[in-house]
């Protein structure tokens, strides 16, 4: 691929199913240290996991709307919802590669997503599409054998200038604070009746609260169809 140019941009992928400080605070510490230039969020339109239950795409998008509004570099991006079908991160990369040209792309993924990366759509190819940037958290460790150990020892970044001097295809891992705040604990949490303060940004607590999305009896959709591809951070 040819030389670089601009400043990396972040692609933060996920559900966002909702979206909470984990997810913000782990988009911000990589856009800090990495000197990204943004991050776009960009929820899942129709994820592929099979058997998932997912809110509807558009409150999905609403709330990661609500929670990074008024945060400089930070992006709310509908490309997986307005392109309908299931949703694939390698074609949501060729999108951003065919709008940003030699710019470098981050794909950002937990170090689980990670560790999951072989059942992923066409996995071989994100790295042709983009860098990949692991938030490691205390307690997963980087695989050191079979395919993603041999992954890692091929294209491991060790400083993050290595990100801009090309478009993509580097690996790099990048500690994070650990924030143990998971959506599917607190939708539970919500169906209960507790109280999300604090776990997630207020403007998305009264979209929840209006909505009363993940209320025992809301309506959900199952998706079943589709390949396994991108866990959330």
């Given at each position: 691929m040819t030389s670089a140019?601009?400043?990396?941009?972040?692609?933060?992928?996920?559900?966002?199913?909702?979206?909470?400080?984990?997810?913000?605070?782990?988009?911000?510490?990589?856009?800090?240290?990495?000197?990204l230039a943004r991050v776009h969020f960009v929820p899942v339109g129709t994820p592929p996991h099979r058997g998932t239950m997912v809110t509807p795409a558009e409150l999905r998008l609403r709330m990661v709307q609500a929670a990074v509004a008024g945060h400089a570099g930070f992006v709310a991006d509908d490309r997986e919802i307005a392109r309908g079908g299931v949703s694939y991160t390698v074609d949501t990369l060729e999108s951003f590669r065919a709008e940003?040209?030699?710019?470098?792309?981050?794909?950002l993924l937990g170090m689980d997503a990670f560790l999951s990366l072989p059942q992923w759509h066409r996995w071989q190819d994100l790295l042709e599409l983009a860098h990949l940037v692991v938030a490691h958290r205390p307690g997963?460790?980087?695989?050191?054998?079979?395919?993603?150990?041999?992954?890692?020892?091929?294209?491991?970044?060790?400083?993050?200038?290595?990100?801009?001097?090309?478009?993509a295809g580097r690996v790099h891992v990048e500690a994070v604070t650990q924030l143990e705040i998971s959506s599917t604990d607190l939708r539970a949490s919500l169906r209960a009746g507790l109280d999300p303060k604090f776990l997630m940004?207020?403007?998305?607590?009264?979209?929840?609260?209006?909505?009363?999305?993940?209320?025992?009896?809301?309506?959900?959709?199952?998706?079943?169809?589709g390949e396994a591809d991108r866990p959330q951070i």
């Amino acid at each position: 691929m040819t030389s670089a140019s601009g400043e990396p941009i972040g692609v933060f992928g996920g559900t966002f199913d909702p979206i909470h400080y984990g997810h913000l605070r782990t988009a911000f510490e990589l856009k800090e240290r990495l000197r990204l230039a943004r991050v776009h969020f960009v929820p899942v339109g129709t994820p592929p996991h099979r058997g998932t239950m997912v809110t509807p795409a558009e409150l999905r998008l609403r709330m990661v709307q609500a929670a990074v509004a008024g945060h400089a570099g930070f992006v709310a991006d509908d490309r997986e919802i307005a392109r309908g079908g299931v949703s694939y991160t390698v074609d949501t990369l060729e999108s951003f590669r065919a709008e940003y040209g030699e710019r470098p792309l981050c794909l950002l993924l937990g170090m689980d997503a990670f560790l999951s990366l072989p059942q992923w759509h066409r996995w071989q190819d994100l790295l042709e599409l983009a860098h990949l940037v692991v938030a490691h958290r205390p307690g997963w460790l980087a695989p050191l054998t079979g395919t993603l150990g041999a992954l890692l020892r091929a294209r491991r970044s060790h400083a993050p200038e290595d990100l801009r001097s090309a478009p993509a295809g580097r690996v790099h891992v990048e500690a994070v604070t650990q924030l143990e705040i998971s959506s599917t604990d607190l939708r539970a949490s919500l169906r209960a009746g507790l109280d999300p303060k604090f776990l997630m940004p207020d403007s998305v607590c009264r979209i929840i609260t209006e909505t009363e999305c993940y209320a025992e009896s809301s309506q959900q959709k199952t998706v079943t169809r589709g390949e396994a591809d991108r866990p959330q951070i």
